[in-house]
C-alpha cells in the first residue's frame, strides 16, 4: 500500500517530504524505545511514535522506514524537522493516539492481505 | 574490493545528542556503496547505531574503525570515559544506568549491549573503571 493512501485516513499532515507519499509501506511499528525500534522494526515500515526530538531521524533512516507518525498530535522539534529535511525522511503527524494510529493501518494493510489472497 | 580491506575511521564525541547517529548513517551508506547484502547491512547497522549511542551517553569521547574485508565487516569501537564496573550486569536486557532525562528521550532500554551481541558473529568488550571501554564486533559475510 502506498503513504498516501494511509495518510489520507489517517488525519495526518506532512511535516517533510511530500513528494514521498508515493513510498511503499510494509507494515507498521510502535515505539518510544528507540532501542527497542532500531531492534525490531523493519525496512518499508512505518514508525508509529511520540518522540519528537532529532534523534528519531537516524533510527528511521538507519532502518529504511517509510515515515515517522508523531501521535497525539505532537509536533516535531525544529531541529528534528531539519534533520529529516536533510536526511530525506519523512515526517507526519496525526491527532490520534499510538494505539488509533497502529489499530487503523493495520486494518488497511491487513484487509489488502486478504484481498490479495482470494484472487 | 578485489580482495583488499576498507578502513575508516570515525569520531565521535560524548553528550553530543545532536549528531548521534550520523556515524552509524555514515557507515551503512558506506556498507550500501560497496555492495553489502542487506540483511548483513542491518545487522551492523543495529550494532553499530548502538556502540556509537553508548559513547554519546557514557563517554567522553570515541571512536569507531570500520574495517571491510572479503569475509567479514568489523567494528573496532573505543572510548575514553568512565568504563564498565561489572560487564556481567551492563549485559544483562534491561540493565541501564541511563538519566532520567534520557530515559524520557526514549534512550536507557538496557537493550543497546544485549543487541549488539545478538547481531554479532563475534563480539568482545572490554573495560577499564575511570579509562574506557572498546568493543570488538565482527559479521561474516
Ligand atoms: N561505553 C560505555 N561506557 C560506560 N558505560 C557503558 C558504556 N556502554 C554501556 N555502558 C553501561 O552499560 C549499561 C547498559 O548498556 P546498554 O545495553 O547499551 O543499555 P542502555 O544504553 O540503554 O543503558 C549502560 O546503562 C551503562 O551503564
Ligand atoms: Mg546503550
Known amino acids: 500500500m502506498k ?11 506532512v511535516c517533510t517530504h511530500p513528494e514521498r507519499a508515493d513510498t511503499e509501506v510494509t507494515g ?5 524505545l528507540l532501542s527497542d525500534v532500531i531492534a525490531n522494526a523493519q525496512a518499508g515500515q512505518v514508525w508509529v511514535t511520540i518522540q519528537v526530538h532529532s534523534n528519531i ?9 517509510a515515515a515517522v507518525i508523531l501521535a497525539n498530535g505532537r509536533k516535531p522539534q525544529e531541529d528534528t524537522l531539519r534533520k529529516a529535511q536533510e536526511q530525506n525522511v519523512t515526517l507526519l503527524t496525526s491527532p490520534m493516539t499510538s494505539f488509533e494510529l497502529a489499530g487503523k493501518i493495520y486494518t488497511m494493510i491487513a484487509h489488502l492481505d486478504l484481498g490479495s489472497g482470494c484472487r | 574490493m578485489n580482495g583488499g580491506t576498507f578502513r575508516r575511521e570515525f569520531e565521535v564525541t560524548g553528550g553530543d545528542f545532536y549528531n548521534a547517529g550520523r556515524v552509524s548513517t555514515e557507515i551503512k551508506e558506506i556498507l550500501r556503496q560497496i555492495g553489502i547484502a542487506a540483511p548483513k547491512i542491518r545487522r551492523i547497522a543495529i550494532a553499530a547505531y548502538e556502540a556509537e549511542m553508548n559513547i554519546v551517553m557514557y563517554a567522553r569521547s570515541g571512536m569507531v574503525i570500520l574495517q ?7 567494528l573496532d569501537v573505543s572510548d575514553v570515559g568512565p568504563g564498565i564496573e561489572n560487564i556481567e550486569l551492563a549485559m544483562q536486557e534491561g540493565y541501564s544506568t541511563a538519566s532520567e532525562e534520557m530515559r524520557a528521550l ?6 543497546g549491549l544485549p543487541n549488539i551481541k545478538k547481531n554479532a558473529d563475534r563480539f568482545e568488550i572490554r573495560s577499564e573503571v575511570g579509562k574506557g571501554t572498546t568493543l570488538e564486533i565482527e559479521v561474516n559475510l
Open chain 1, 57 to 65: 531521524v537516524a533510527v528511521a533512516a538507519l532502518k529504511d522506514l
Open chain 1, 3 to 13: 503513504l498516501s493512501e494511509i495518510l489520507q485516513q489517517l488525519d495526518a499532515a
Open chain 2, 106 to 111: 526514549g534512550f536507557g532500554a538496557g537493550m
Open chain 2, 68 to 74: 571491510v574485508t572479503p569475509e567479514i565487516v568489523r
Open chain 1, 28 to 32: 507498521g511499528y510502535c515505539g518510544d
